[in-house]
């Protein structure tokens, strides 16, 4: 267990003459100096957000984006380019070009409008009018509110709050035995068809959309409009339900490329769902896999290896006013303002074997291996479906049965689409550009991977834009016309098409600045589709959750503290098991409300307490060494001081950089290493 911190050795930064705009003295690390309660001393406190920060492992993905940001505003401006060039060794000067290159960048937008929305939130929660103005932090100034922009959003607020009566609204609290100290968005009591739900509640307001698409068993929607209790789709391919969000989270993303094209971007704490070259070998199926041991293990002997398998779209019939088919064999070599088609006999061989009654044959003789005919009863089916003059695969075809999906593609590929013999690869072909990303998704939907590409195609004397959908079939057999089974089946009956079987991983890169969020799902294995690409992912990671659940369950066990008069203040308790999150997306008229579990929040508060506490006195170790040693202590005595390994470790670095690491140092380093931490090498 932690050994308590001496506080009274913690070295304070007296205040500056004026408070912050709260009210709150702070120190120059912007820690809040909270008076003692026999009003003896200020004692600089860590703030809760840094605090809970401590769960996340360093906060890399928060490095890499502020470094991106900084290097995105060096481009943008020549000024500050000049300014770099001139730079003269100055510390605080070159941190100065990097904060305005930062900001340049647009470091500052985002945080500037949640600040703007919870001071907004804040006075209509106090029964206020809605503020005009609003005060900026950066710029240290009040400025304007847009109110036609925010307006949407503090009526959806309004509404999705109705069940809350706030206590307090921005109301600092510290909790002396961790020396915290953070501001709750409100402390307020939740009322259900009448009937106030215990204790008041710590609640928190988050914010920002997200554009991330996610296929849905009805068509599509985005990771910051779905919901808890909406349905996503499972790797299995079967419907699944959200039983949780994540809140939104900027912390540097990363772009996951696969070697169709397909490119992700994802944050630091997603998890994937891959199958590795050694899996294959021990025969182990998929599992789940953070970003970082991706980045570890991206190659084995030099290759990339992690795949994700592909998902085929499982879903019930569905009643469909046109056969499957015969829409695909419409949608291939239909007239666009008729119901009748121009093929090869055979085609309407298959056609009257599936019972549709056909008009008399009519031939072309500048076309004679070609007759055109008649389908009875489609005109009207094709104008209810809105498809006369605009060719197109309707959405509810392309979330029917994987038999009904399997039969529109054949109707494609029997009449536009081709088996191309020397790259043993079907190919479906339009100059209709929605047709074509339409044959993109329903083939991903039965578990296929496409590749669609545009090109430039001649032919009755004109040139023209043409799209290819090419795939290589993959337990599926494309077409239903004879003479096509036959190519395909000659070419890859009892072949290996396993690279059509998996997203292949071929890197993982830092990505763009991006709100980001994850879901998690009831599927078996807890994944679910994600992207047009239609690949597997993995439930949400337990990181950005935890924090929030971590800072709720310190704010419910802290004491109000008023900065002005710097004493604590008597208040009624809050419920110290359940939390309040208010998810109010900027700019989509949209709120919720969800449940925080507070009882695993405070779980997280004591790991993140021993981590600082550990930090802390590392720190103050390192400060008594200097102040104890001077520069002319020999190595080999100043070894029997060092209080922890990593003191030990700097040590011996120092030794080797001073080429005085000889046979007895290290010797001593070994024993005082095994006395600090036997288990340790």
């Not at 003692?36 to 920060?53: C, H, L, M, V, W």
């Not at 730079?87 to 703007?116: C, N, T, V, Y």
């Not at 195609?457 to 036959?486: C, N, Q």
Request: aromatic letters at 6%; glycine letters at 8%.
């Amino acid at each position: 267990m932690t050994a308590e911190i001496d506080w009274d050795s913690v070295p304070d930064v007296e205040p500056g003459p004026e408070r912050d705009y709260f009210g709150v003295y702070r120190n120059g690390n912007n820690q809040p100096l909270i008076m003692a309660e026999d009003g003896s001393k200020r004692y600089p406190y860590q703030r809760t957000t840094n605090f809970i920060d401590q769960l996340e492992d360093g906060g890399e993905g928060l490095r890499i984006w502020t470094e991106r940001l900084t290097l995105a505003g060096l481009v943008m401006s020549p000024e500050l380019r000049k300014e770099l060039m001139a730079w003269m060794g100055e510390p605080r000067e070159l941190s100065d070009i990097a904060r305005r290159a930062a900001r340049l960048a647009g470091r500052d937008e985002k945080q500037e409008w949640g600040s703007m929305l919870h001071q907004i939130t804040d006075a209509i929660d106090k029964g206020d009018m809605m503020p005009r103005q609003w005060w900026n932090e950066n710029t240290k100034q009040m400025e304007p509110v847009p109110v036609a922009e925010v307006n949407r959003d503090v009526e959806a607020y309004r509404m999705a709050t109705r069940c809350l009566t706030h206590h307090a609204a921005e109301q600092m609290h510290v909790f002396d035995p961790y020396r915290v100290a953070g501001t709750p968005d409100r402390v307020s009591s939740y009322s259900a068809n009448g009937k106030r739900q215990g204790r008041p509640k710590i609640v928190d307001l988050k914010g920002l959309a997200l554009d991330t698409k996610l296929p849905t068993p009805s068509g599509w929607t985005t990771m910051g409009a779905i919901r808890v209790g909406d349905q996503a789709i499972g790797s299995n391919g079967l419907p699944c339900n959200v039983v949780a969000k994540s809140g939104v989270k900027r912390i540097g993303t990363y772009v996951v490329t696969f070697d169709d094209g397909t490119k992700i971007a994802c944050d630091s704490e997603h998890i994937w769902w891959t199958q590795t070259q050694p899996d294959r070998i021990k025969r182990r199926q998929a599992s789940a896999r953070t970003i970082g041991e991706i980045i570890d293990t991206l190659r084995y002997n030099g290759q990339a290896h992690h795949w994700v398998p592909v998902t085929a779209i499982e879903l019930p019939e569905t009643g469909l006013g046109i056969d499957p088919y015969l829409l695909g064999c419409w949608l291939g070599d239909g007239s666009r303002n008729r119901s009748v088609i121009t093929k090869g006999r055979d085609l309407f061989d298959v056609l009257e074997r599936d019972g549709h009654v056909l008009g008399v044959e009519q031939a072309d003789a500048r076309r004679p291996h070609v007759i055109t005919r008649t389908v009875a009863g489609l005109i009207g089916a094709l104008r209810e479906t809105d498809l006369l003059g605009n060719k197109h695969i309707p959405s509810a075809y392309l979330r029917a049965s994987y038999g009904q999906r399997l039969r529109l593609l054949q109707g494609l590929m029997d009449t536009d689409g081709t088996w191309n013999t020397a790259r043993r690869r079907a190919c479906f072909t339009t100059t209709n550009k929605g047709l074509a990303y339409g044959a993109d998704e329903l083939l991903r939907s039965l578990g296929q991977r496409p590749h669609l590409a545009e090109v430039q195609r001649s032919g009755f004397g004109v040139t023209a834009t043409a799209y290819d959908v090419e795939f290589t079939p993959h337990g599926i057999m494309p077409f239903r016309l004879p003479r096509k089974i036959a190519k395909v089946q000659s070419q890859i009956a009892g072949k290996s098409t396993a690279r059509a079987s998996r997203h292949l991983i071929v890197s993982v890169e830092p990505g763009p600045d991006v709100e980001t969020a994850c879901i998690a799902v009831d599927s078996p294995n807890s994944t679910y589709l994600c992207s047009e690409a239609m690949i597997a992912t993995h439930n949400t990671g337990t990181l950005h959750p935890r924090m929030v659940e971590a800072q709720l369950a310190m704010y419910s066990r802290s004491r109000p503290y008023d900065p002005q008069a710097e004493v604590r203040l008597d208040a009624e308790p809050v419920d110290q098991k359940r939390g309040i999150v208010i998810h109010l997306p900027m700019k989509q008229a949209r709120c919720e409300l969800f449940w925080a579990d507070l009882t695993k929040g405070w779980a997280d508060c004591k790991v993140a307490r021993d981590k600082h506490q550990k930090g802390l006195r590392r720190k103050l170790e390192t400060l008594g060494r200097l102040i104890e040693l001077g520069p002319d202590v020999p190595l080999m005595e100043r070894v029997g001081l060092c209080a922890n390994v990593d003191a030990l470790r700097d040590l011996w670095k120092e030794a080797v950089e001073r080429g005085e690491l000889t046979e007895d140092l290290k010797a001593a380093c070994l024993e005082r290493q095994q006395l600090l931490a036997p288990t340790s090498k």
